[in-house]
């Protein structure tokens, strides 16, 4: 015969099964669902069932048991009531379903975040309250801590594109934090340096990617409380620059010297027909034309300048040798 434990007992199970690595909220509420069944006015019950609907992505049904707990509530388990619907007004917020988060918000209390959260969720609404630069970055810090942790977490692990990869998810929920905006620029100046040491030739792509970083520090650098991070930050980002700069005018004249020493190769000057000495003439000339240009265009203290020489030296001797 089946001996039905007591609703304290399932709620223990409940939670037990709540705290396991990882959570069985499935197990928790079956627990739960026999409690009520004894004891079906039991506010405890109710909210934590709330939570495990909640983890199991059913906000509407966590709301109705919010209710619920509310109403068999005496006030003991007010401030974890409070804190519940604020945590099912974050979830709705991240899905930008603001109406149904205005009405969760109802039961969250009205500490500073609270009304933060509340001035943001009107504003998406149409409205147009007062909310300040420090107030929305807390709201959107709040909002996607996960994914925030998750990229600062990969910086310190050199994982890049996982913490591009982390920002992009915060951007998903809101895309204008200034927190956000500094990981994004780190992780993009960071990659771009590793892409470099370790050789990679896409320098044009690596420019553009500090290019974007800087408009996301300038972004981020709107806070006064990154300013100091930002600031360490862009000088960080210059050095890079500067270093794909010189490595740019390198590879376009190492390009140069490339076709040169090819074109050189197949037109051996030893063996070369009328046609193909025309040929190689017009090659040259396009060559001279191509380096004079490359040559107006380099900075002037770039460290590619003394190849070019050489290598423009070079092509008038062969030109002087085919008149």
Known sequence: MHVQSEPETLVRQAYAAMRRRPPDYHAAVARLDEALSVRG??????????????????????????????????????????LAHLELARVLLRRHAYDDAIEALDGAGNDALCRSVRAYTRKHLGGDPHLTLA?????????????????????????????LHACDAASRVDDRGSRLARLRATALRRRVGDALDDG???????????????GWLHRAAEDPDERAECAAEARAIEELQQRVTAAFWRAEVAALRSRFDA????????RMTYVESGVFRASIAGLRTDAERLERRLPPDSDARGPLAVLVGEIRQVQLRFR
Do not use: F
């Open 41 to 82: 006015d039991d506010a405890e019950t109710y909210l934590a069932k709330a939570i495990c609907m909640l983890a199991l992505d059913r906000p509407k049904t966590c709301r109705e048991l919010l209710d619920a707990a509310g109403r068999h509530d005496g006030g003991l388990l007010a401030p974890r009531l409070r």
């Open 135 to 163: 107030e929305h970055e807390r709201v959107v810090r709040w909002l996607t801590r996960r994914e925030l942790d998750a990229a600062e977490r990969a910086l310190g692990q050199r994982r890049y594109t996982d913490a």
């Open 200 to 214: 990679s030739a896409q320098l044009r792509k690596m420019h553009n990617h500090l290019t974007a970083a800087r």
């Open 263 to 270: 074109t050189c190769r197949i037109h051996n000057e030893a």
